[in-house]
């Protein structure tokens, strides 16, 4: 008897599941690939209230593991938020479809700035819409840090500093720090240039707290480092006032330095690329944005979200980087097989370290 | 009968499936190259600087936590021995309740111990006046990997110490051998298969951890597990990740077989877990 219970119990459960898988596969649904935390919630609910459909979020941790799923031929998703060179790579891939901005009038709401240097990874503009953007440079303490040597890429070659300077573990970001204090492209495929940079960064890696990512924000609130090597959208998560630390800053070397752009892509193979569009027109409405922008903390290129924002990210400078800082910055190029320049001199700076 | 036919679905499908046809693709990864049999990626780890370093650093590691779980450990699986059966279950449960706990909490709970703001320092900066950084040290490392593998050498110890028979210590006593040499001559002799087990449950898993020295070494302490996972997942590279993988299978062969060696030649008596 307790078996023939237990079977129906175990049938009404099933059953109880299969409406559930199919809501899950119905035309309804839009799967996304995004990163975490990087959509508010609530806006997901919302765009549900006004048109039907639900999204469906997986999260990734790096652009590779967004290549691996997005460049494989049973690719599932509607949408997905890869940065600049990984959309050129997913372009010369044909990986991506053709965006129809008759479907997205919203468009107009992005600054004209960013379409012009979206152009670098996404020559006719017809496969991305920026979503995010933010530079690399420089976070400080500004109790440890002397004013008089903020400015440069040197602060990070500091010396005096020694012991207190997190690096971000990251291949050719912690590059592009060593290769613009030097002058040089953070593009470059010269060896030589290359490996100067590189010697520079095993130099100074006695000197280093550190070689962290995520976790630098954190390690920077608490106090542990007075310099750290950080994307201005991290910098703005530390500088927070409630659960920050307000004694922190950023800036943009001098020299120049990296601008990174995340931007909408609907896959090629998406059947649902109507709705998909529907969604990016959504997420480009001024009020929508800004509440997302509340939420990400990354900058948003919409040029109708500041007059929206809240006095924290009005006033921050990491939110609101300067058109001169961005007229120094370059974009990173998917450089192809010249990587292998990069991955040999990070090898020799990941053995230098181990020593 | 019965009993061996049980075991066909794990011999049939799981050995193959999950252990074997992985394996075969990380040979085949490390010695093939547009289908051809190539040794040019093992060359390539043995004549670049580039990989070698962090499989030193994750043999020292391997070595001194295995060095100090069994100087720590081995004293507290002879104290267990002799207590009362009950109250020895009750302490050696104690030794082992951490690990109901999944190891990243473990580590987490470390990183906070081991923090420039945390108890250690403080404690440490009160005796001496001086505040250490230890966090994103190899210290810190260390500490954390001896703290999780020393319930790895206890228990084996104290299996094989516990079943050691009494009679041969008082016999020891008798004949007039000193506590020292009572220790020397019969103790330790006999407790060799759990050291043995001891040293390999712990050396072995020692020498691949991964999340500890990321999480705690702060990117500078830089293991073998790291550069693998950064061949093949970061460089698209499989072939020299596989390589050092294959590389790291054999140092493992190689010290269980010596291990094996020393316990043969001991004539290993008493149960070892291995």
């Known amino acids: ?355 | 009968m019965k009993r061996v036919r049980l075991s066909y679905p794990y011999i049939s499908v799981w050995m193959p499936l999950f252990i074997i046809a992985p394996m075969l693709f990380v040979l085949y990864y490390a010695t093939f190259k547009d289908g051809a049999f190539t040794l040019e990626y093992v060359k390539q780890v043995f004549t670049t600087t580039n990989y070698l370093p962090a499989l030193w650093t994750s043999i020292w590691i391997a070595l001194v936590t295995t060095a100090v779980c069994l100087i720590i450990g081995y004293p507290v699986a002879y104290i267990l021995s002799t207590m009362n059966k009950r109250v020895a279950a009750l302490v050696s449960i104690l030794f082992i309740m951490p690990m109901w706990m999944n190891m990243l909490l473990r580590t987490f709970a470390w990183k906070m111990v081991l923090d420039d703001t945390g108890v250690l320092a403080s404690v440490i900066n009160a005796l001496t006046g001086n505040s250490p950084k230890l966090l994103y040290t190899p210290a810190a490392v260390l500490i954390a990997t001896i703290y999780d593998f020393l319930p790895f050498m206890i228990l084996p110890l104290y299996t094989t110490l516990m079943k050691m028979d009494r009679s041969h210590i008082e016999a020891a006593r008798d004949l007039g051998a000193t506590g020292v040499q009572t220790f020397t001559k019969v103790i330790l002799p006999l407790s060799v298969p759990g050291i043995i087990s001891g040293i390999t449950m712990v050396f072995v898993p020692a020498m691949s951890t991964f999340a500890i020295s990321r999480m705690l070494g702060g990117g500078k302490v830089k293991m073998i597990g790291e550069v693998i996972e950064r061949k093949i997942m970061e460089q698209n590279d499989p072939a020299v990740g596989s390589t050092l993988a294959i590389l790291l299978i054999i140092l493992v062969i190689i010290s269980m077989a010596i291990m094996n060696k020393v316990d043969k030649e001991n004539g290993s008596a008493g149960g070892t877990l291995w």
């Open chain 1, 1 to 355: 008897m307790k078996k023939i219970l237990s079977v129906i119990l175990a049938a009404a459960m099933l059953a109880a599941l299969v409406p559930a898988l199919v809501s899950c596969d119905s035309s309804k649904t839009l799967n996304m690939l995004n990163w975490g935390e990087y959509l508010d919630p609530e806006l997901k609910t919302e765009f549900k209230k006004r048109t039907g459909i639900t999204i469906n979020e997986k999260t990734v941790t790096s652009n590779e593991e967004m290549l691996k799923l997005l460049e494989a031929n049973d690719c599932p998703y509607d949408l997905c938020i890869p940065s600049d060179y990984a959309v050129q790579r997913l372009i010369k891939g044909g990986k991506l479809a053709e965006i129809n901005y008759d479907n997205i009038p919203n468009i107009k709401h992005i600054d004209e700035r960013f379409i012009k240097i979206s152009a670098g990874f996404d020559p006719d503009n017809k496969h991305s819409v920026p979503y995010t953007w933010g530079v690399l440079g420089i976070m400080y303490n500004t109790t440890m840090v002397d004013e008089a040597d903020i400015g440069s890429w040197d602060l990070l070659w500091n010396e005096k500093y020694s012991g207190q300077i997190f690096m971000y573990d990251s291949i050719r970001d912690a590059m592009a720090a060593a290769l613009c204090r030097k002058g040089y492209s953070i593009n470059t495929v010269n060896a030589d240039e290359i490996n100067e940079a590189a010697n520079d960064i095993i130099a100074m890696n006695p000197h280093y707290r550190g070689w962290v990512t995520d976790q630098v924000k954190d390690d920077m609130i608490d106090g542990k480092g007075a310099i750290a090597l950080v994307y201005s959208g991290d910098a703005v998560w530390s500088m927070e006032p409630n659960e920050g630390n307000e004694d922190l800053a950023f800036f943009v070397p001098e020299e120049g330095s990296n601008i990174y752009f995340d931007n909408m892509v609907i896959p090629v193979n998406s059947k649902k690329k109507d709705m998909a569009e529907q969604f990016i027109n959504f997420l480009l409405d001024p009020e929508i944005a800004a509440q997302n922008t509340e939420f990400v903390y990354y900058t948003s290129p919409n040029t109708g979200v500041p007059a929206l924002l809240g006095e924290f990210l009005s006033n921050c400078s990491a939110y609101n980087i300067t058109d001169d800082e961005v007229k120094r910055c370059e974009i990173f190029k998917d450089l192809g097989d010249s990587i292998k320049l990069y991955n040999d001199a990070w090898d020799r700076i990941q053995a230098a370290i181990a020593k």
